[in-house]
C-alpha cells in the first residue's frame, strides 16, 4: 500500500504545481492584456487640445503614440513568445540557417552535398 500512497502523494503534488503554473500563466497573460488594452487606447486617442486665452493648442503626441506603438509590439511579441507562438518567417529562418549549417559541416568533413548520412 506504501508504494500507492506514495505514487498518488507524487501525482498530487504535480497537479498542484500543474495549477500554480497555470495559475501563474492566466495573472501573466491578463496583465499584459490589460497593459495591451492601455498601451492601444493611448495609441488611437485623438489629439489633445487645449484651450487658452490666444485659442484652442493642439499638443503634439507623435511621440508618444511612437513609443506607445512600439511597447505594444514588444508586450505582442513578449505574449506570443509566453504562448509559445513564434513567427513564420522566423522560423524559416532558422530552417534556413540550420541547412546552411549542415550544408558547411558536410562541406568541411569531405562529404558529398547530397549525403544524407548521420553525422
Not at 51 to 61: C, P, S
Not at 82 to 87: H, V
Request: no cysteine.
Amino acid at each position: 500500500m506504501k508504494p500507492v500512497k506514495q505514487a498518488t502523494e507524487a501525482q498530487i503534488k504535480d497537479e498542484q504545481a500543474l495549477q500554480e503554473i497555470q495559475g501563474a500563466v492566466r495573472e501573466s497573460l491578463d496583465r499584459r492584456k490589460k497593459s495591451l488594452e492601455v498601451l492601444e487606447a493611448i495609441r488611437d486617442r485623438p489629439p489633445v487640445k487645449i484651450q487658452t486665452k490666444q485659442g484652442e493648442i493642439t499638443l503634439d503626441d507623435a511621440p508618444l503614440k511612437i513609443k506607445a506603438t512600439l511597447a505594444i509590439n514588444e508586450l505582442q511579441n513578449s505574449l506570443d513568445e509566453l504562448l509559445g507562438i513564434m513567427d513564420v518567417s522566423v522560423r524559416k529562418e532558422v530552417m534556413r540557417q540550420r541547412e546552411e549549417v549542415a550544408r558547411l559541416r558536410r562541406l568541411v568533413e569531405g562529404k558529398p552535398q547530397g549525403d544524407s548520412s548521420p553525422n
